[in-house]
């Protein structure tokens, strides 16, 4: 995506998604995207706990099976959990029944009920069907932290201009990421914390996955 906040038109194509939380508390919800890795995981885990930060990560399930031992510290640190399928496919090149399959192998790696689909797009069949299984989560906040467009301070401003109540920021633990949020990261959790923002994450069990066929 080119643009920091999703469109109307694909907050109307996934309706039942959840794409900001309470409008009305002046909370923010942090995610990461595609890891863990051990180049970009670490250091975000350890940022977050210099400041008292939880998160939910979005964690690819080949990623998860590489990298066990920082899947495991993700949970030990009280972060929340979620699929973001197991080879980070995207929903509209995929037939829907590999697409549910590659979302499901997932599953019974992470365990999570959450569910992000990669790049943020889904055929209606396979919305349809992850709705039932998953609370799907999207954003209401993208940093655009992955373009090598844009500089750590874009990053930053990126979050400053778009963050409101409710706001659910997406970040990324991967390699284009990384170097830019060495900066970008400390510098949005204390702009936020500034402006009195607390930091939340998802509730636990809002719907319980099953297997998908």
């Known amino acids: 995506m080119l643009i920091e906040q999703p469109s109307m038109f694909l907050r109307w194509l996934y309706p039942s998604a959840i794409w900001r939380m309470d409008p009305s508390e002046k909370a923010v919800y942090l995610t990461f995207d595609d890891g863990p890795i051990p180049e970009a995981t670490p250091w975000i885990l350890d940022t977050l706990d210099h400041y008292g930060v939880k998160a939910t990560f979005f964690m690819v399930g080949d990623n998860v099976r590489k990298y066990p031992e920082l899947y495991e510290d993700i949970k030990r640190r009280g972060h ?19 697409y549910l399959w590659n979302a499901n192998k997932a599953y019974h790696i992470i365990g999570s009920d959450l569910f992000r689909p990669p790049h943020g797009w889904m055929k209606p069949s396979q919305y349809l069907r992850l709705r039932n299984h998953y609370v799907i989560v999207m954003w209401d906040v993208v940093t655009r932290d992955y373009s090598n467009l844009l500089s750590a301070d874009d990053v930053f401003e990126n979050v400053k201009k778009y963050s409101r109540p409710g706001s659910i920021i997406t970040f990324h633990d991967s390699l284009k990421s990384i170097d830019k949020l060495k900066t970008a990261l400390p510098k949005s959790i204390e702009w936020l914390r500034e402006q009195g923002y607390e930091f939340k994450i998802f509730p636990e069990d809002q719907k319980k996955s099953r297997h998908l066929k």
Request: net charge positive; glycine share 16%; charged share 20%.
């Open 80 to 98: 929340r959990l979620g699929n973001h399928t197991y080879n980070h496919i995207g929903g509209l090149r995929w037939r829907s029944s590999k």
